[in-house]
């Protein structure tokens, strides 16, 4: 999130001192003061692991018991939003004025994002790359369990046959990433280290573009060039964030242009896909198989018809759930 | 006018004898082998034990290997004792898999054709494991090498095996466990690299590129366990703790993930028994693509029950087809393949570059690639014991039609 804010002289010279005393090894860092900062929502692990990498040298935390005391006007100009949502982080804002930067503790923004928030002069940062690697992982895992043809197999074990067919393999595949950032660039590089596939990317933002994506990324295409992508690959890995552009952008026009025997994995945002048309696709055999993270509506209502297919790996939003989650 | 200026062709231009023999050998058409033939002359006779519609055969022919042997098909056991006594094989083919033959006949059919071949001097077996098909003649044999396709069928075997370790890393089997009670519900994952300890018990082809695809793709620690402490250069990086026999306790306490890979012979026959798998951590998960009679069944699905083991994925198991009765369709802990993870739709086509590989080492007479080490764990004193885990229920004998899917569907 880009923004156009005009910093104070005071806090410029307050960076210029943090910048050429900070060391990149750990040493310790002087400040005249301790940064005062908001966390916004609680979690016990917070406070954990600001004594345990000794953040509280140049922090001073503040932890709020509820919402009432969040709301009282103060003179924050930093805050950690770790659990929020619109209207909180809305009102936040309206009742401190001096806030510069807010960082999120999450990589996608689109629950925390409100008209107050992008019409302020407030940078926002988020936790990108940081949840790059299990993604990356789970991706390599949806691919084999399709390349192996194991929800053919499950059928067979619940129908208690020994049904033999041929598997096939997951190396040499053309993996299609749709949404290339650091996710998409570490997931490329997984993906050709281990099974040695070729990747086709689309990227809207080119200065989105990750460090080093030569390395990852085979063909580069621009939002325009979608239909390539979706027609050359054997896996369509959609790593869409949730904005008005990208709302609704799987349907089934995008599923009937993947081939038969695509498979579509989605660790993005559940609002970028459409599931009416994702269920009729897989009924219909138009692509081979899903692997879904992510849903249009979290938690996802026990009626919905994607629990009753069986070629579609399903996990509840815990891809990046991993034990060093707060760590990272 | 164009008759006069073109040039003759060209082998009749001038030159010495042995420069125009290197000249043919670049310019011909002819491969390689075609040179071989013309030093050694004659083809040789092979017996190719299949039947006759087997898909290795159009390939066989498609290839052209057979303009250097003439080929029988050995079908059956009456068309075997049917030959005279001695007959003019001098290699054999054994082609039985995803073919009519029964598995418990193969061995039968090979010993009275072995018997009968007094000039016989090399077997090929199409598979990897040779377990099925040892007979006493084969055994005690002086003269005939036996070749096996080793390493033909590895890559796919490597990647069932990191999908597995991925899939319990993940902890796939309790979510799609979720996903059948229509239960949404987040849990805790884990990140596989640099977080896995894997245990291969038999240590061999499958083995070595097991351990490099997870090296490249996860960083796992390797344990591997070998009979012999041979090893070849590249495992150096590879193997993080090299073990024998002796060595299986403190690999299997040490290891998130057993992969068994072991052969059947006398010698590996029930090794898994309750006791071995108590030594395995609680959260290990142990991964089966060698033979199903190296693992006593009934304790392996005893140690399930009893959560000894965190959950398991087979290929393999000591009766085929699996028995519908079986616990283990029920487990959800558990992932079950019909013996399909090494052979994929290019199956054939590596299984006919492993037995191109021997023909040229045969007809070339250099020594064989992949031989099967007879005397090593295939003692002909307890033989008898490998054929009792071919007991197959006798109305549905095992073949394994391997089908090509139309995945469009």
Known sequence: V?????????MLFRLARWSSSSNSDGREIKTREHIPIAIIGNNPKVPELISKYALDKYLCPTYFANEEEMMKPANFKAA?????????????????????????????????????????????????????????????????????NIPYFQEQKQNRTW??????????????????????????????????????????????????????????????????????????????PQTRRTSGYFDLDKFKLMKKTAVFINIGRGATMVEKDLVIALKEGIIRGAVLDVYPEEPLPSTSELFGLKNVLMTHHCADKTSDYWER | FFLMIRRP???????????????????????????????IGSKFKLAIMTSKGHPMLKKILASKLD??????????????????????????????????????????????????????????????????????????????????????????????????????TKKMHILQKNKAEHKYQMLLVDNAWDNTKVGIIGYGSIGRNTAKLLKQSINAKIY????????????????????????????????????NILPYTPRTKHVFTLSVFKQMKPTAIYINIGRGATVVETDLIEALNTKVIAGASLDVFEKEPLPSTSPLFDMDNVLISPHTMGYTMHGW?????????????????????????????????????????????????????????SLKK
């Open chain 1, 80 to 148: 950690l939003i770790v659990k929020s949502d619109a209207t909180q982080i809305g009102n936040f804002i309206n009742s401190h004025r001096k806030l510069r930067w807010m960082h999120s503790t999450m990589s996608g923004v689109d629950k925390i994002l409100c008209d107050t928030l992008v019409n302020s002069k407030i940078d926002l940062t988020n936790a990108r790359g940081a949840f790059s690697y299990p993604l990356a992982e789970y991706v390599l895992q949806g691919i084999l369990y399709f390349a192996k």
């Open chain 2, 67 to 168: 303009t250097y042997f003439d080929y029988d098909i050995v079908e059956s056991l009456d068309q075997v004792k049917a030959m005279p006594t001695a007959t003019e094989y001098n290699a054999i083919f054994v082609l039985t898999v995803a073919s009519a033959i029964p598995f418990p006949m193969v061995p039968v059919i090979l010993q009275e054709l072995i018997v009968r071949s007094p000039k016989l001097t090399w077997v090929h077996s199409m598979s990897a494991g040779v377990d099925y098909m040892l007979c006493e003649a084969l055994i005690k044999s002086k003269t005939i090498t036996f070749t096996n396709a080793r390493g033909a069928y590895d890559r796919s075997l490597c990647e069932y095996v990191l999908l597995s370790i991925l899939y319990f």
């Open chain 2, 224 to 259: 591997a366990i070998k009979a012999t402490p041979t090893t070849k250069p590249e495992d150096k990086d590879l193997i993080d703790f090299l073990g024998q026999e002796k060595d299986i306790p403190y690999v299997l306490s040490e290891v998130d993930y057993v992969i």
């Open chain 2, 9 to 39: 062709p060209r082998s009749t231009l001038d030159r010495s004898s042995a420069a125009s023999d290197v000249y043919k050998r670049q310019v011909s058409t002819q491969s390689t082998w075609d040179f071989i033939m013309e030093k």
């Open chain 1, 2 to 10: 880009s923004t156009q804010s005009t910093w104070d002289l005071k």
């Open chain 1, 163 to 240: 049904a033999p067919i041929e598997v096939g393999y997951a190396s040499n595949s053309n993996v299609g990433i749709i949404g290339y950032g650091d996710i998409g660039h570490r997931t490329a590089k997984l993906l050709k280290r281990s099974i040695n596939s070729t990747t086709i990317c689309c990227c809207d933002e080119i200065s989105e573009l990750p460090k080093g994506f030569s390395d990852s990324c085979d063909k580069l295409y621009s939002a325009n060039g979608y239909k390539k992508v979706l027609r050359k690959s054997d896996y369509v890995v959609g790593i869409l």
């Open chain 2, 349 to 405: 086509d590596y299984c006919l570059s492993a037995f191109e590989a021997e023909l040229k080492n045969y007809v070339e007479k250099t020594p064989f690639t992949n031989t099967v080490n007879l005397e090593k764990g295939y003692q002909s004193s307890s033989i008898t014991v490998s054929y009792t885990h071919l007991t197959l229920p006798t109305s549905d004998l095992v073949q394994i039609s391997v089908v090509a899917v």
